[in-house]
Structure formats: C-alpha cells, structure tokens
C-alpha cells in the first residue's frame, strides 16, 4: 500500500478497500462532525443546523467509489476527469482531497455554509439527491490521484512565506500541507497557486462562513507578500516525493 493513504482510502479498485473504507470512516465520524465551526453570516445561519444533519448523515454512509465513479460525471466537466481543476486556480484540485474534506466542503455548498454560483449548484444537482451520494462522489474523488499540476508564484515571497507558514499553520495542515483525514483538516499539497490566493480573500471576506474564526483572524494579520508566499509555498509542496 502507498504510504500516502492513512486511511485506508484505495485509489486502485482493489477488492479489500470496502470494508478498510467504512471501517476507517466510522473512526471519523466523531473527529468531523463534533467540529462543526461557529456560524455568523446571517445568510449562513439558516443553513447551519440543516449542514451539520447533513454533514453527520453522510460521515455515516458507507461509501462506494464505484457508484460515485458515475457520479463524478458532471463534476468532471469543470474538475477535469482527473480531478486536477483548472491551473488558473479558477478551478480547484479535488483529486486526492481526503473524503472528510470532499464531503464537508459538498454539504456547505448546498446549505449556505460556503458560497460559490458554480458550486452551490453543482452541489444541488439531481443526481446528488441525498447524504449517500454525496459519501459516493467524494470517496471517488478522494481516489484519483493528485500529482503536482497547478502553476506556482514566481519564487520572490516564497522564503517569507514558508516561513509564516511554518510559524502560523503547520501545525493542523503539516509540514507540507498534507492535512488529515481523520480531523477533517484539508490537504493544500499541490493546490493552484490562484485558488490558494483566493481563499485568504474569500474568508475574510465572509465567502466562507464555514471556516472558523481562527482562520479569519490568521488571515487577516497577513500582508501581501505573506499571502503570496504562503500560497507559492504550498502550491509547490505538491512536488515532494511521497505526496501524490
Ligand atoms: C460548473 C463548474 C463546476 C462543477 C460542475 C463542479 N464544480 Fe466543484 N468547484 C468549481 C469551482 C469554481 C470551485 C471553487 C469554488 C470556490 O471558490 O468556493 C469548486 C470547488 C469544489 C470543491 C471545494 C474544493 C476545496 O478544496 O475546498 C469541491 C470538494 C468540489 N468542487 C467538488 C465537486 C464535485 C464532487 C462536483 C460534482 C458533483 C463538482 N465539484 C462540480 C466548479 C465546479
Ligand atoms: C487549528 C487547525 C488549523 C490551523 C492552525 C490552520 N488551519 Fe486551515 N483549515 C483547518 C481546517 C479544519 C479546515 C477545513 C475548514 C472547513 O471546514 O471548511 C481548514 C481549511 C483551510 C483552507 C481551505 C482549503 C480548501 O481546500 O479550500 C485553507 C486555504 C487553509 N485552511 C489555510 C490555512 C492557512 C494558510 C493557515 C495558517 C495561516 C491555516 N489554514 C491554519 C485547520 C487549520
């Protein structure tokens, strides 16, 4: 098994992954669901207790990739087929993201939690009629490998941002961005340098209503050059061996 699957999550469709998938699930349903953030946007605020239902139910399915694998279908006409988005960053790397992540990310569309057109509405779609398919299409998306794909910065804030990035967030999203599963924490390893960017931005900016508190004040104390470096870094990170 390749090192970077913690949890069991295959990315061949071996015959054992079923049962090593819903066993290392239900280990995460607590570590995921207990954290859901604190709520403020008005328009977020409605969607709150109907996300975190929705969040719970589906940590709770037992997924299949392969029935997701259909799913992904329409996702793949903006994600890609391989699930590496767009380099520009307007599209993100969803490939590889951990399952926890995926599925968080898909319930706080469709319920005001994060706000974005294109996503918002691919996450209502008919064919994601209820929490089993959202476990399906994100457990597929969480097997396709990620690679390192995206454009990075030009290099000039890289030393001021690694080292912010050390200091300010290492610590939940790891050395090179790996994040983790089990916690919920999303992998930034090889992201789009341009989505990266974006995301100080739509955080404290309230696009983001489900990211916590914590990373609206961390964001906020940085200046350009930080933000810049700190995306260049991680967009980068997804060129390490041992991180697909
Ligand atoms: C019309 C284009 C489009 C379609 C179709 C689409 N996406 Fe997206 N997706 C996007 C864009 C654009 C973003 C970035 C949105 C933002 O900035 O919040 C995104 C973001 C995401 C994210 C958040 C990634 C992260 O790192 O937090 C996930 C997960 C995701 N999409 C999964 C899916 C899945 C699964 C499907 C199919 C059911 C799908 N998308 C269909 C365009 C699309
Ligand atoms: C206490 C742990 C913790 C710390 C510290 C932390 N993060 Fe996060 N981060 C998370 C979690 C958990 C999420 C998922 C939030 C959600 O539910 O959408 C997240 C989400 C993100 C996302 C969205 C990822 C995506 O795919 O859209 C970005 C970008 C991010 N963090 C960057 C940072 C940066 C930069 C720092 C340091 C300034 C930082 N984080 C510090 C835990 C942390």
């Known amino acids: 098994m390749r090192k970077n699957l913690p949890m069991g999550i295959p990315h061949k469709r071996d015959s054992w992954w079923l049962l090593t998938v ?3 699930l239900a280990m995460m349903v607590a570590a995921v669901g207990a954290a859901s953030p604190p709520v403020t946007a008005d328009r ?8 975190r239902a929705e969040l719970r139910e589906a940590l709770r ?10 799913l992904f279908a329409p996702c793949a006409a903006c994600h890609g087929a391989d699930g590496r988005g767009v ?19 898909l319930v706080d569309y469709r319920h005001e939690q994060r706000w ?20 399906d299409v994100a457990a597929f998306a969480a097997t396709l ?9 030009d290099g000039t804030s890289l030393a001021r941002g690694t080292a912010s990035y ?9 050395p090179l961005g790996e994040g983790d599963a089990e916690r919920g924490i999303p992998r930034l390893a090889g992201q789009h340098y341009g989505y990266l960017y974006r995301q100080f931005f739509d955080v404290v900016e309230g696009r983001r209503p489900n990211m916590d508190q914590l990373h609206d004040t961390l964001m906020r104390s940085f200046d350009r050059e ?15 061996p041992g991180i697909r």
């Open 22 to 24: 819903s066993v290392a």
């Open 61 to 70: 399915a037992t997924p299949d990739a392969r029935r997701g694998q259909a």
């Open 145 to 153: 490998p990620r690679g390192f794909v995206g454009a990075h910065g």
């Open 166 to 174: 050390f200091e300010r967030c290492e610590r939940c999203h790891g």
């Open 44 to 51: 977020a605020s409605a969607g709150g207790a109907k996300a």
């Open 116 to 135: 974005d057109m294109q996503m918002e509405h691919a996450s209502r779609m008919a064919g994601l009629a209820g929490s089993q398919d959202l476990a």
């Open 87 to 105: 380099t520009d960053g307007s599209v993100p790397v969803i490939a590889g993201q951990h399952y926890t992540v995926i599925v968080k990310q």
């Open 226 to 240: 930080q933000i810049v470096g700190i995306s260049d870094y991680l967009s980068r990170t997804g060129l390490e």
